[in-house]
């Protein structure tokens, strides 16, 4: 056999092969098994967690736009990668729409394709600018990492912002590569997978030096990974056994009512299930130690500060000098309008409210219409009144606590947007109500995002949800306790204590992303400087 036959056999050849065979791709081939691929890659995401299909989605990806030669077909490659990504990763925002199905069913598969697409447009341009760079070897690799950091940047803030499955949180399973997040916010594991995962594609390059010069990138892309994984250990051995450092004297009962979200607001349903969360909040073989009871987003489904009789029926689950936070309406009427927010309230034993925290960053279509004159239809939510935002992040001194920086529902999904700059919580509630995505990865992958916030800003996190999943995580991240899917019950737990100091990423917030995409432009120039590894 000849030397020439015996590369191409090896695994370097055939990989060259197969990425012969996908540059050659047109049309309609060419576009979908880029769609596909950006399918697989979401894949990573929870619940599966099938991280290694990156490391087929991305070279693969690179070795399709090979065949590109102009740059409408590269860009169509990038948006069909972008476009199956989201719809994928994001298809569970159509099951909203069937709560209400007669009125909403229809608009399902358009929101879904819209969204999908739409959202596909950011890693588009990632993709597509590193073609037009013609960047090539490692570089290429490190080139797709930044600009896939940069346009996960700008989704978070641009049109309001929607960071969901920001690339970082595939490792949300592992309580030691996130770890990272600490220092680097989830941002530094989206730039690290992403480089590891594109860097086998530099195997499918010619190259006639040693078989170790070959693998090398792909090797310490894999490196890169095991260093990540192996600061997380070492940081969690010097941290405290997850059962200690706990606030004295502090136990929260968290219920999960699991109310069907088509019930929620029926008139035949609310007072029901009003008194069956009653009914998890009391009881149980150590009532006697909890302190606080702690309800999930629009848990009381009234306006709770203008039902009286409804506060003090609610104050009898509230334990002795304790509190019952719940997630309620607040509607206040003037100057020839009805205004809303979707609130936390904290009511002690007298019936009393005693803290307040409105949501401030709402979700558009489903709590209020963008542009509404032009689209014509009310918010998916309950109701046709839009809601608005409240003032902002808050830090709230309630009786019996510690400072508590409140977020309700997706706003535990901002990185670097969830503390009150000027006045730092001690810990983080997220109330919230999954229901509307019943049993599908979007409940999961909201829970990702919770646990990667506590990391980051090295604060304890309670999650109450309606229907799952309910979770607490301590400031490491490392879950204490969880009532799953579909579930009904309530769970008591102690708080857990704050870390004593700020981390990195608390201190820096985002600054710690321009550092990242500086890093990386400057090792894609050193790259280009020297032969591509």
Not at 80 to 101: C, E, K, P, Q
Request: charged letters at 15%; glycine letters at 10%.
């Amino acid at each position: 056999m000849s030397a020439t036959a015996e590369i191409e056999r090896a695994p370097t050849g055939k990989l060259r092969r197969t990425a012969a065979k996908l540059a050659r791709l047109s049309g309609w081939r060419r576009l979908a098994v880029s769609a596909l691929l950006g399918g697989l890659a979401a894949l990573a995401f929870a619940p599966l967690y099938l991280v290694p299909l990156l490391w087929l989605a991305f070279p693969c990806l690179l070795w399709l736009l090979e065949g590109a030669k102009r740059d409408g077909e590269a860009f169509r490659i990038a948006w069909a990668f972008g476009s199956g990504h989201f719809l994928v990763g994001t298809y569970w925002v159509g099951i909203a729409f069937l709560v209400d199905a007669e009125q909403y069913a229809a608009l399902m598969p358009v929101a879904v394709l819209a969204m999908g697409i739409g959202l596909g447009l950011f890693p588009a341009a990632a993709i597509y600018l590193v073609w037009r760079c013609r960047l090539r070897g490692a570089a290429r690799a490190l080139g797709l990492a930044g600009a896939w950091l940069a346009v996960e940047w700008l989704r978070s803030w641009v049109l309001t912002g929607f960071p969901w499955n920001l690339m970082g949180s595939v490792w949300a399973f592992s309580d030691s590569t996130i770890q990272l997040a600490a220092l680097t916010g989830v941002w530094g594991l989206s730039l690290i997978t992403v480089i590891a995962a594109a860097l086998p594609a530099t195997l499918a390059e010619r190259d006639e030096g040693s078989t170790l010069r070959r693998w090398l990138p792909s090797l310490l892309g894999l490196v890169l990974i095991a260093l990540v994984w192996g600061g997380g250990i070492m940081r969690l051995a010097d941290a405290p056994a997850v059962d200690q450092e706990m606030v004295p004297d502090t136990v929260l009962r968290l219920v999960q009512p699991n109310v069907q979200q088509s019930l929620k607001w029926s008139p035949e349903w609310r007072r029901k299930n009003v008194i069956d969360q009653m009914t998890l909040s009391l009881g149980g073989q150590d009532a006697d130690a909890v302190t606080h009871v702690v309800w999930a987003e629009t848990a009381t489904p009234y306006v709770l500060a203008n039902e009286p009789q409804l506060r003090d029926a609610l104050s009898r689950v509230v334990p002795a000098d304790g509190l019952l936070l719940t997630g309620a309406l607040r509607r206040k009427e003037g100057e020839g309008k009805t205004r809303l927010w979707n609130s936390m309230h904290a009511l002690d034993g007298a019936g009393e409210i005693v803290g307040t925290y409105d949501k401030f960053h709402l979700v558009p279509f489903g709590e209020y219409v963008p542009l509404r004159w032009l689209f014509g239809f009310a918010k998916v939510t309950h109701g046709r009144v839009d809601f608005s935002a409240g003032p902002g992040l808050t830090t709230l001194d309630l009786p019996g606590l510690p400072p508590v920086g409140v977020l309700v529902c997706y706003e535990v999904i901002f990185p670097g947007q969830v503390t009150q700059p000027d006045q730092r919580p001690a810990w983080l509630l997220n109330i919230t109500n999954d229901g509307w995505f019943g049993t599908s990865s979007g409940p999961y992958q909201h829970l990702a995002s919770a646990r990667l916030r506590a990391v980051e800003e090295g604060l304890p996190i309670v999650r109450v949800a309606n229907s799952g999943i309910t979770a607490v995580f301590d400031a490491y991240g490392r879950e204490l306790a969880r009532l799953g899917l579909n579930r009904s019950g309530a769970i008591d737990v102690p708080l857990p204590q704050p870390l004593p100091g700020l981390t990195p990423y608390a201190r820096f917030g985002n600054a710690i992303v321009a550092v990242l995409l500086v890093l990386s432009a400057m090792g894609v120039l050193l790259l280009r400087l020297k032969q591509p590894l």
